[in-house]
Every structure is written in C-alpha cells, then in structure tokens.
C-alpha cells in the first residue's frame, strides 16, 4: 500500500499547477493549495487558484508578499518592464524581476506545509523551465527539497515533490486532459484581460503544449494568431 | 589579496549580528543590511538594527512579510504564547512560531542580495543555536548555502557566509568588545519595554555572553535578576 502524504501543493492557477493537483488527488493525496502573491499576479490568476482548490474541495491558502517586491529590485533589475510577447523561450520572463523568487515560494510554501501538518509541498516545475529559470532544474530542486528537510526535522522532514521535473509542458497536457482538468478555467496569461490574449509568452507555450499533445481545449483567445507563427516570426510589437 | 565582498548582513539589531556588521566592515566587505519583520517584531528591535547600519553608513532595507504570519500557524502551533522566561535552552523560544523561518529569512535575503549586486549573505547563527533550532544546524547552512547558489547561478552564485555557526554567544560577545560594538544601542528583549527587561529567554542568553567573555557593558537592565539564579532556579512567572 502506498504511503499516504498531506501535500501542500504551489498553485498557480495554470495548466502545470492544476494538473498537478489533479494528479496528486488521483494518487490518493490530501492536498491543500498555497498560491504565493507577489504583487505582480493579475485577479485573474488569482482567481484561477482559488476556483481549482474549490472545484477539488481542498483548502486553499493565499499568501500575499506584495511587500516584498519594492525591496526585490535593483539597479541590476526592473519592475517597470513591458509584458514580453513572442516565445517563453526567448524572452526575458516577468518572473526574472523577482530575484530567487522560486526559492521564496518553497521556502514559504514549506512553512505552510508545516503549519498544516503535511509532510511535503509539490511544484510543477517541468523540463520545459529548465532553461529559462536556474531555480526551476532537477539540482536546484533536490537541493531545496534537502534543505527544507533539514529545517523542518522537528516537523517530520518536509521535502519537495516534483514530479514534472523531467518532464515537457506538452507531456503535462496529455496527463491533464486524461484526468479531466477543466482547462477553461485555468489561467495562464500574463497580459490581464478578461480572456487569454494568445500572443504573450505564456499563452504562446500554453498554446503549444496543447498543440504538441494533441489536445483540443475550449479556452477563448483573443487572438487566433498560431503559436507556430509566432515561434517563426516573432512580431515586433502587439500594441504598438 | 583577499577576495572584495559584497555583502548582505542579515540584521536583527542584537549583539550577534551586530558583531557580524562590524567584523565584516573591519574585514573590507561592503556592506548592506537587512531585517526581515514577521509582524513580531517590536518597534525597539527593528530602531535597533537600522541605528546599527546608520552607526556605520550602510544602506539598510527592511522587508515586511508582516502577511505571512497568518499563514504560518496552524494546529500544531499558535502565535498566541507568552514571552518564555528562563534559559534560552529550556524553553520553546519566539521564533518557533514561525515554521521555516529561517529559510524564509535567507531566501529572502538572497533575492535581496542579487537585487543589490551582492555575492554574499551572512548571518550570525552560532553554535549556541543549534541545539535549538534545527535550521541554524551548521548542515542546514550549508545545504541552503548551496541552493541558493544554484538558485542565483546567473547572478554569480550567491552564497551563505556564517563565521559564527562554530562559535559560541560568548565568543561573540568577545569579538564584538574588540570591535567596538556600541552595545547599549544593540537590542535582544522580547518584552518590548523601554529597557531591557533582563529575565527573558534572550535577555538571560545576552547576560550569560557576556558574563562568560568577562565582558561588562553598559546597557541598563530592569531587573537585576543574575542570570546563573534563571538557569539554576527558572521562577514560574514574572508577571503573574
């Protein structure tokens, strides 16, 4: 029989974090969700993470940190940067303005864990991050997960689970759509509207995972332009 | 020619890292200064550790995650405790309120410390801690030392600098005398009075240090109290 975990599961309100949470209830998990705010996440995303954790009856927890952000930029950095458009991959993401911002969120979500008895967290970290984000790697994953270990022994070593670590967005859209996440209400875009606009970078990777997986999902995109083109000509600029 | 540091200091505005901020500055790192509030904080620590970088000329930042607190307690712990009197060692002291708090601190100084240009953070955790909390275990540092490297790879590799994690309160109190550190204006109580009270758990840790390193210093303490009486006899209740 397999062991029985409590997991604090990270979510983000998008297809990775979703059918992640999915995926651990199917395995038996009682889970809750932790979304970390750092002032830079649209209500949109928000809600996305609120309605999953209410569509699976777990709790979930919102953690707001927006104050950290004013002190989380330097003369190196930026927070006054215009959403990048063209692919994930060859850009410069919103998430890079919030330096070791993936280290915060463990470390945070693994105080949660603690504070709700579960003896893990788990990530939708996958290998289509890799190398955007040096945070989002197998190593830096197992080195945080034995690090909060070691913190949290008084509480019955808490680790990390990452089980999309090693795999691509696309592989996670096959899995999610097998386990029926309802991919219309998850929320993946960075620009803020009331639907995804189907050109920032984000949109562009969500749109070629279900592309590559074979999935055809009832989102609403503003713009049809196909993720193919974009890959092939990114455009100068959307608005301007 | 040793190596130019810039460095984080991670600032609570008491003797040890107090100690830290001169010992550095005397060693030619550059410096900046950063305390973490939780939201228990009093006023008088955190006046503290900025008069602390002021006395030196160094920036200072203080990041509030005052919002995180309520999400980290839970069943298993509360935030609604009396200040523990008596010895530091025999009692269940402040912070444990605060699951995960000192990954929290560092990773969070760490996203700071690549905001500012530093290759460093440094704390003053010391072997006095380690019996007591698990993430100032010399392990622990190393551990989370090396995940924030990774986690900051494009930054230069931020790393953890601990020169106390060996060494004992006394010690410090030692070093901190040859350096000059203006002790009446460092902060330790947790009661939050004008003075220090002299009886709690880490007024009774600062007397013990500075006894042992026959250090006398000026600070005014309310109650006389000696310390080698708390240790040997912990009265049941000041107040009550």
Redesign the interface.
Known sequence: MALHHRTAVVMSGGMDSSTLLWQLLDEGDECLT?TVDYGQRHRKEIEAAQQMAAICDVPH?L??????SQ???????TDDVDVPHGHYAEESMRATV???????L???A???A????CDRIATAVHAGDHFVY??C?P??IE??S???A??????GD?TIHAPFVNITKAEIAARGEVLGVPWAKTWTCYEGGDIHCGRCATCVERLEAFDLAGVTEPTEYADSYSWRQVVASPPESVNG
């Open positions: 932790v927890r953690v707001n940190v927006a104050a950290l002190h989380l930029t330097g003369s190196a950095l919030v330096p070791n911002r993936n280290m915060i463990l470390a945070v693994g105080g949660v603690v504070a709700n008895g040096p945070d790697r190593q830096f080195s945080c034995a690090t909060l070691i913190a949290t022994e008084s509480f808490v």
